[in-house]
């Protein structure tokens, strides 16, 4: 399965529904390329729904981190929701855990955005 990626918006707030694997090549520069899409459409509240996401690599970790930045350097906020097991693991394991904001439902992510 393919990287896919679906974004929605609700109250001000784009929900991407990610699938597939997040890895080097296709996968990651697709989510990069969507990240700086949203921000130049002046979408800066971002979620990241990964509970679809089947594999992910260092590259895709390293997007996620990149994604991060660059949102937050643009005065915005990435959240993850919907983390599963071997993302979860892979990000206790790089100590990435604690960078994100992670959420395990979509009504606390959406609640946690700052005015």
């Known amino acids: 399965m393919s990287f896919k990626a679906t974004a929605r918006e609700i109250n001000g ?23 700086r899409d949203m921000l130049n459409q002046g979408q800066s509240k971002i ?11 260092s590259s895709g ?8 930045t660059t949102v937050k350097n ?13 993302v979860h693991d892979l990000l206790q394991i790089t100590k990435l855990y604690t960078v994100f904001d992670v959420h395990n439902d979509e009504a606390s992510a959406l609640g946690s955005f700052r005015g």
């Open 13 to 35: 707030i784009t929900v991407v529904d990610v699938s597939g694997r997040i890895t080097l090549g296709e996968g990651s520069a697709m989510l990069r390329q969507m990240v």
């Open 47 to 57: 979620i990241l729904n990964l509970g679809e996401v089947t594999y992910i690599d």
């Open 61 to 68: 970790i390293g997007e996620l981190v990149s994604g991060f």
């Open 74 to 86: 643009h005065g915005g906020e990435l959240k993850l929701l919907n983390l599963t097991k071997k």
